[in-house]
């Protein structure tokens, strides 16, 4: 509710002078909320930090780090050395050389990434249009052409592989852009225990498929994923299945 705008009219007074713009506004004699310090409107409440969104639902807001643009691979690598994917129009293409990983390491996150499946279908199942994208390194959103092409359910595009099918199929036909967007929260240990899963929220060409999805494990083929204890941060990586994916417009927020 905007107190400003109905106060303005009974007291006949400038809305600037009832609530100039640097003015604090809120109150300090409310409830405090449940399970927190701060009050209802409390007035001494932090307000968050402004960022400027970018100009497409898909272009980097102001706070984001920027993995891919289309420029070169310089916060890629493969293997040690430096990530020698294909660059054409704009995109990086996976073309043999190995899988590749930023060489900042995150945990929890947003992260906005494309990729493409090539334009001429050819191959099925896990055998066309094959790539991943793992979180830390080691849990791992499929990438796949899942578009008129039937494969096991925790395989496909957008699943969480080895371990939960996307909610709905989202893919779209091979050769056009697809987009994934990913709230991820990691994993908590206590020593050498789990205290609390990984969480996935996935946004597939804007289709939920998992909404606070929670991870039972590394991602593993053909096996029961578990954890082990790791750090809390890990590397971003793209793997080279050996099918020509593309990925372009690739960008992350810490959380």
């Given at each position: ?13 400038p ?38 969104s ?23 690598t ?21 899988s ?38 080691r ?16 395989g ?55 909404d ?38 690739i ?5």
């Amino acid at each position: 509710m905007n107190h400003c705008k109905l106060l303005a009219p009974v007291l006949l007074l400038p809305i600037a002078a009832l609530c100039p713009q640097d003015a604090p506004v809120g109150y300090s004699d409310t409830p405090h909320l449940p399970g927190g310090e701060w009050r209802v409107h409390d007035i001494a409440r932090p307000v968050p930090a402004t960022v400027t969104s970018g100009a497409t639902v898909s272009a980097a807001p102001s706070d984001a780090i920027v993995l891919f643009d289309g420029g070169d691979l310089g916060r890629w690598t493969s293997r040690g050395g430096p990530a020698r994917w294909k660059l054409v129009d704009g995109a990086m293409e996976v073309n043999g050389t190995g899988s590749i990983e930023t060489r900042e390491e995150f945990g929890d996150c947003q992260l906005h990434v494309e990729w493409a499946a090539p334009a001429e279908a050819t191959g099925s199942s896990q055998g066309r249009g094959n790539s991943g994208l793992f979180l830390m390194g080691r849990y791992e959103i499929q990438v796949l052409d899942s578009f008129e092409n039937r494969t096991y359910a925790d395989g496909q595009a957008a699943a969480l592989y080895g371990q939960r099918p996307p909610q709905v199929n989202a893919c779209r036909p091979p050769g056009e852009w697809q987009t994934y967007d990913v709230v991820f929260r990691g994993p908590r240990f206590e020593g050498d225990e789990l205290a609390s899963p990984a969480t996935v929220t996935l946004f597939h060409n804007g289709v939920l498929v998992h909404d606070g999805a929670e991870l039972i494990g590394a991602t593993t083929h053909r096996a029961v994923a578990k954890y082990s204890p790791h750090e809390a941060e890990g590397p971003l990586s793209l793997q080279d299945h050996g099918n020509p994916v593309r990925y372009r417009n690739i960008w992350v927020r810490r959380l």
